[in-house]
């Protein structure tokens, strides 16, 4: 895992140097904009489908993983939300506060976001390290390594993790146009991307070996005050990162639709539909979905790794 974690972090980088350096190059401020004028129509159609099933599932996974955290909440109140109806109510109630947050046209108000973001998942590796360390054992199921089918799922999932080739261009909009200060910032951002996957992943493997479940908080008992004020900072995470992504889907909607890479220019009736079609359709899923996992392995595999490492390379080739 951490091998394969190694070699998509590499691969991201090197995809999202290509992004920039194409972006600055043909002075096209989206992904589905840069393919346009280098693999025409075709290529953008293929492209933003690829996308959009792509980022989709990421949004999906943030509703999911926000509702184990508010599930873990009610349990301490003995209310148990897991049966379906339940949880597509809850799902349902959530969903309110980080699709409200897609509404602006402004989205500088997101930097704010992305700070709280970072300090939340620091406060997330310093407890799984305390955690890993107040065991002091390793669990005995844990192996150096292992290869088997779920090799497949787990190459899609951390295709899925480094997924700054397909969002970068929405996101660094508001940064200086100057792009080795780009190249720089993504490469730090992806060595810290790096190290914050690899801090709770092994401490969680450490503890519970086999028995790790794709939401390591989960594992945790929900009476654990520590551990819920992880959960606390984890929601926010999610929450925060929702309305980010989605900014990348709607440029991509809204090329699709109206062959417009920047949403936030479109008419008020044009915008009301992209922004239904970029948060109704998570949240349907969301609400009938029990785990991220799924979603996650999915979306990696047919739209991530093709998204994230096929295109950028083909459109510098072809460039």
């Known amino acids: 895992s951490i091998i394969l974690l190694l070699i998509m972090a590499i691969l991201s980088l090197i995809a999202t140097d290509m992004v ?22 075709v290529g953008t159609l293929i492209l933003t489908i690829l996308n959009l099933l792509f980022l989709l599932t990421a949004l999906v996974a943030y509703l999911v993983l926000a509702g184990d955290m508010i599930t873990s909440w009610f349990e301490l109140g003995n209310i148990d939300l897991t049966p379906l109806p339940y949880h ?27 700070t ?35 090799l497949f799922s787990s190459i899609s999932i951390y295709g899925l993790s480094f997924a700054l080739p397909a969002v970068v261009l929405p996101a660094i909009r508001l940064y200086t146009p100057k792009v080795k200060k780009r190249w720089l910032v993504s490469m730090i ?9 690899l ?9 519970f070996g086999v028995d790790t479940d794709g939401n390591i908080l989960k594992n945790f008992k929900s009476n654990d005050v520590i551990m819920i004020i992880c959960r606390a900072c984890f ?16 440029a ?21 539909v992209v922004l239904i079609l970029t948060n109704l359709i998570p949240l349907l ?11 996650l392995s999915i979306g990696g595999a047919l739209g991530g790794c093709l998204v994230d490492f096929a295109f950028p390379a083909l459109e510098y080739i072809m460039y």
């Not at 951002?189 to 996957?197: M, S």
């Not at 991509?252 to 009301?272: A, C, G, H, N």
């Not at 899923?285 to 979603?295: H, Q």
Request: include cysteine.
């Open 116 to 150: 709280a973001t970072v300090v939340c998942i620091i406060f997330f590796c310093i407890v799984m390290i305390y955690k890993v360390a107040k065991y002091n054992d390793i669990n005995s199921t844990v192996v150096m390594s292992k290869l088997d089918i779920k």
């Open 20 to 41: 920039i350096s194409l972006a600055f190059k043909t002075q096209t401020t989206g992904l589905a904009e840069l393919t346009n004028k280098i693999l025409g129509k």
């Open 235 to 250: 929601f926010i995470i999610v929450t925060c990162a929702y309305p980010m992504i989605s900014q990348s889907v709607q």
């Open 199 to 207: 801090v709770p992943g092994l401490s969680g493997y450490f503890i």
């Open 189 to 197: 951002g992806i060595i810290i991307a790096t190290v914050f996957y």
């Open 88 to 114: 597509a109510l809850m799902e349902l109630i959530y969903g309110i506060i980080p699709i409200s947050l897609t509404i602006p046209r402004d989205i500088s108000f997101l930097h704010y976001f992305s």
């Open 252 to 272: 991509m909607w809204s090329q699709l639709i109206f062959k417009k890479d920047q949403p936030s220019t479109l008419p008020v009736k044009k915008r009301v």
């Open 285 to 295: 899923i969301a609400m009938f979905l029990p785990s991220a996992k799924p979603a």
